[in-house]
């Protein structure tokens, strides 16, 4: 049996926070804090910035619980201010930076291609795994935020097309369209990319 | 059903697995076949990154978030009393306006400093030069009586 404290509901803890009571923030804080670092670390890729991008992210959750409304769940709402936060920290990211598909070196693409042979024949070597996921990872870095945030909810953080509509405020339609969309770009960057090889 | 659709239906080929009808297009359409192998390819990738350990919130993280809530939250509290003690003093400045600008209006205009403070401020209207103005000028200063002829002088008569 667990402790009283996590029997309580979420809206329980909320609503005392809503009346003033700032401790009752600390188990909503437990509960969610591993979604939180899951959805940053996803998005933002930089381990050395996790915690304090995740402290932001609760700090706004905190000032803004008041307009919190129990319509969607609590984890729906806070997944929605990291993500919120997260896209505006990429957007500046992204601004910094000027970087293109066609930039992945050769032996990267080498890797990736001869990893997705393997796919199909079946395992994949130690080498060929890290290889492909360094590949993957610059791939996503390079998608522009949008589509990054979109493609990690689904691919990444494994959420439904109706999860991420919640999250993202869209209707479910809109998801897949803007999935698919992000997928075919993602795709053609790479497919550019070769050509110019 | 367009390529577009049956792209569509690759991407989800995770969940659903292959259809019939997507596998029979695949063997006759060579650029869906070729975004089928691309996907694979980044999907490949992509599994890896999520199966990959995502770093673990550190001991002790809920509690520093508390305390730079407290933190910003004392900050706040401060900035509020800063801001609260300014508006009070401009509150007690504006009084003090009012009540100067109440007394100067309801005081008399008398002694030596106000008298001589007002005719700074209030000078004197000009003289009106009623000289030529026939408006102004009363009947004995409009119809000035006309000099007596040098005839008249000498009868006493005074012609109109």
């Not at chain 1, 909320?14 to 969610?32: D, K, S, W, Y």
Request: net charge neutral; with cysteine; aromatic share 6%.
């Amino acid at each position: 049996m667990g402790s009283p404290e996590t029997e309580i509901p979420d809206s329980e803890w909320i609503r005392r926070v809503q009346q003033g009571e700032q401790e009752a923030f600390e188990p909503l804080l437990e509960r969610h804090q591993r979604r939180v670092f899951s959805l940053v670390y996803h998005l933002v890729r930089r381990r050395d910035e996790v915690e304090d991008i995740a402290q932001e992210i609760f700090i706004k959750a905190f000032r803004g619980i008041r307009s919190y409304n129990f319509q969607a769940s609590f984890g729906t709402w806070l997944s929605r201010i990291a993500v919120n936060h997260c896209y505006d920290y990429l957007r500046r990211e992204q601004k910094a930076k000027l970087s293109y598909y066609w930039q992945i070196g050769e032996e990267g693409s080498r890797a990736i291609e001869g990893q997705a042979q393997s796919t199909s024949e079946g395992a994949l070597s130690l080498e060929q795994e890290s290889e492909a996921r360094e590949l993957a990872e610059k791939l996503l870095a390079r998608a522009p935020a949008q589509d990054r945030t979109i493609l990690v909810l689904k691919e990444l953080e494994d959420h439904s097309v109706e999860e991420i509509a919640a999250i993202l405020r869209l209707r479910p339609n809109t998801v897949k369209v803007r999935l698919h969309r992000a997928r075919k770009r993602m795709l053609e960057d790479w497919k550019r990319w070769r050509q110019k090889r | 059903m367009r390529c577009e659709e049956f792209r569509e239906a690759i991407e989800e080929t995770r969940s659903r697995g292959v259809s019939a009808a997507l596998r029979e297009h695949l063997g006759r359409c060579a650029a869906c076949a070729e975004y089928a192998r691309d996907w694979q390819m980044v999907r490949a990738g992509l599994n890896l990154l999520a199966a990959e350990p995502v770093p673990e919130p550190m001991l002790g993280f809920a509690r520093r978030v508390l305390r730079r809530l407290e933190e910003s939250a004392s900050v706040l509290a401060s900035r509020e009393e800063l801001l609260e003690r300014a508006g009070r003093r401009m509150v007690y400045a504006t009084s003090l306006l009012v009540l100067a600008l109440v007394l100067m209006l309801v005081l008399p205009t008398t002694g030596p400093v106000r008298a001589q403070a007002s005719a700074e401020l209030f000078p004197a209207e000009p003289a009106v030069v009623v000289e030529n103005n026939p408006l102004l000028l009363d009947d004995s200063t409009a119809n000035p009586p006309l000099a007596p002829s040098p005839s008249a002088e000498k009868t006493g008569k005074v012609t109109q």
